[in-house]
Nanobody, 118 residues
Framework: QVQLVESGGGLVQPGGSLKLSCAAS????????MRWYRQAPGKERELVAT????????NYVDAVKGRFTISRDNGKNTAYLQMNSLKPEDTAVYYC???????????WGQGIQVTVSS
């Protein structure tokens, strides 16, 4: 049974930092591209960041470039999202997502709340 479990969310003041983790089990983690999505109240889910299977290539939505960093540790079956200089508009539920380019199998985490507010 595949599980993706996010942790590290919470309430932070504007300008602060949080680091999200996504611990994967039940799959061969290194075979999967990892992504972070977010969904704010009343808005569609949007792709925030992507990292390739061995971490060589990363991509970000323009709104977070220079502030967020996606990374992964294949030895620990874990992906991360370091979020710095947080803004109120970063408030959302953040989801990790694993997708196999070879088989198209994919999995979602349950989501974790990030709230940026003074």
């Amino acid at each position: 049974q595949v599980q993706l479990v996010e942790s590290g969310g919470g309430l932070v003041q504007p300008g602060g930092s949080l680091k999200l983790s996504c611990a994967a089990s039940g799959l061969t983690f290194s075979n999967y591209q990892m992504r972070w999505y977010r969904q704010a109240p009343g808005k569609e889910r949007e792709l925030v960041a992507t990292i390739t299977r061995v971490g060589g290539i990363t991509n970000y939505v323009d709104a977070v470039k220079g502030r967020f960093t996606i990374s992964r540790d294949n030895g620990k079956n874990t992906a991360y999202l370091q979020m710095n200089s947080l803004k109120p508009e970063d408030t959302a539920v953040y989801y990790c997502y694993a997708v196999s380019v070879a088989t198209s199998s994919d999995y979602w985490g349950q989501g974790i709340q990030v709230t940026v507010s003074s």
